[in-house]
């Protein structure tokens, strides 16, 4: 369970996600890999569905499975009953997330006697591994995040008829996932994977075991990325790993503040965006880098996990209260207003009221502007799994619930800042039934706003918009003509 906090790409953890309908499939001239090495296979295309689970890394790596399917003559659709192939890309951050993939395969297991064929991807895929073919037999594919450039051979040894197939190795690689073919679907805003795996072992968390070895990309490689977006009409550019600012150069060339400022500076570039970081490499030089540049979002996602600097030791978080209260204060010591976000684990074992209390404490303080709370979840091959001190189902459910409802109040006041302020959103959707346009702001807001009779702004673009309303999780206002 997630606190709503209106910050809807971060909210990708916990929903699922169809990849859209049409897919902008382009060339990544600076991709070291060529993956068309092999024949383009015979009409009519084959079928397959995907669905995603997790996070943004989850979401993206879905847009290169599906730009290296096609590009191997596969037809997305989206109905698992229209599909040959049926695909999902999972999470495992929390057991809620990874029996969704069970359920899922449980409810489509007649599908198998059609002939269908199944594939897992992801994180469960590579935290359980071949126990998935004894769990779900009808599974013809396990395949990890770190495997997926061999996605087109294994795709050749699915149709060649072969029963299992895997792709589990390859987490040491010093190499990102780096695809020519990356169908985004969104034409406006995209992301770039600058970093990928984590060295930090947190107590609770399944990441370093599913996704491996921390492991950078050269920064004249993203670089070329994002200039290649902004050539195809991207104007937001989100920078992700699951600690985007533990980012080491493998040339060398630049510190993560250096490129940060360095893709804001791409000409057509309007907003950048990164995420998630961690609090121990949460330098400085960020804050400056958002302060000098206007096209850096002034936008930070820092999970604290929680205001205990006991509990903080106990989760291996690497920084005390204190220390993680200092990058705070640096971020409210810039010029621009920075709006920051976090996570929450309640709950964690060995969590006392008073350990509870100084999270709450820690809210007050910072006043954020959205976190996301969890309950604790005990996570196969984590340290924190053989830890006594158990807090019960319920006493956590009680802690997640108090800890929502303080946030919704300071959400609540905090919004109120906004009002009277001419706010430039980018243009999202439109929301035909409440006669409103959807946008969102550079601090990642959502802004709906209402439009003179006869406007009829477009998708993508920017406007500025006169904020009237405010609410916890969102603003309302005017097109400022
Ligand atoms: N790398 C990021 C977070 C990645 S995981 C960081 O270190 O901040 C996203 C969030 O899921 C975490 O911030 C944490 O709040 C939550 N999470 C991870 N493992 C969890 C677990 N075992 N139980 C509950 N929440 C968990
Ligand atoms: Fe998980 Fe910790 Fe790594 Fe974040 S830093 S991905 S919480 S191990
Ligand atoms: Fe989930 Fe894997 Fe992301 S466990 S949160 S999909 S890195």
């Known amino acids: 369970m997630t606190t709503r906090s209106g910050f809807a790409g971060e909210g990708a953890r916990a929903t699922s996600l169809r990849t859209g309908e049409t897919p902008r499939l382009h060339l990544h001239s600076g991709a070291p ?61 929390r057991d809620k997330a990874e029996q969704k993939v069970f359920h899922r395969l449980a409810d489509y297991k007649k599908l198998h006697s059609q002939g269908k064929r199944f594939g897992v991807l992801g994180c469960v895929a590579q935290q359980e591994g071949e126990k998935i073919f004894d769990r779900a037999p009808f599974v013809s594919l396990v395949c990890g995040s770190a495997s997926y450039r061999n996605l087109p051979q294994m795709l050749v040894q699915l149709e060649a008829g072969k029963q299992r197939v895997t792709g589990l190795d390859d987490r040491e690689t010093d190499e990102c996932f780096e695809t020519e073919f990356t169908a985004r679907t969104n034409p406006h805003r995209g992301y770039i994977t600058i970093i990928e795996g984590c060295d930090k072992f947190c107590a609770y968390c399944v990441v ?5 070895k921390e492991r950078s990309r050269a920064s004249d490689s993203v670089l070329a990325e994002a200039r290649q977006m902004a050539d195809l009409g991207y104007t937001e550019i989100q920078l992700l790993g699951q600690n985007v600012n533990s980012y080491k150069d493998p040339s060398g060339k630049k510190t993560f503040a250096e490129l940060l400022a360095a893709v804001g500076e791409v000409p057509g570039i309007k907003r950048v965006r990164f995420t998630t970081s961690h609090p121990r490499d949460f330098g400085r030089d960020i804050v400056e880098a958002i302060d000098s540049h206007p096209t850096l979002c002034d936008h930070v996602h820092l999970p604290v996990q929680s205001g205990s600097t ?4 106990a989760m291996q978080r690497l920084y005390s209260r204190d220390q993680y209260l200092e990058r705070i204060a640096w971020m409210k010591e810039a010029n621009r207003e920075i709006s920051i976000t976090s996570d929450i684990i309640v709950g964690f074992p060995g969590e006392t009221e008073a350990d509870f209390e100084q999270t709450l404490s820690l809210l007050d303080e910072v006043e954020y502007d959205g976190i996301f709370g969890f309950k604790y979840s005990p996570r196969p091959n984590t340290p924190s799994l053989k830890l006594d001190d158990v807090v019960p189902d319920e006493e956590k459910t009680r802690r997640l619930t108090v800890l929502q409802e303080k946030q919704r109040e300071i959400q609540r006041r905090r919004y109120q800042r906004h009002i009277g302020q001419v706010i430039e959103v980018m243009v999202e959707g439109r929301n035909q039934s409440r006669g409103q346009w959807i946008a969102r702001t550079s601090q990642n807001k959502v802004l709906n706003f209402t439009v003179r009779e006869g406007v009829s702004p477009e998708l993508g673009s920017y406007v500025s918009v006169v904020t009237t309303v405010s609410f916890p999780n969102s603003l309302l206002g005017e097109m400022v003509i």
């Open 208 to 212: 370093p075991f599913t996704r491996g």
């Open 310 to 313: 006991r509990v903080l030791d």
């Open 33 to 93: 890999r060529a993956i068309l090495a092999l024949d383009m296979p015979a009409d009519p295309p084959k079928t397959f569905y995907l669905e995603t689970f997790g996070c943004q890394m989850n979401a993206h790596d879905s847009e290169k499975v599906v730009g290296t399917l096609v590009s191997q003559g596969y037809r997305q659709v989206q109905t698992v009953e229209g599909a040959e192939l049926i695909l999902y890309n999972t999470c495992s951050i």
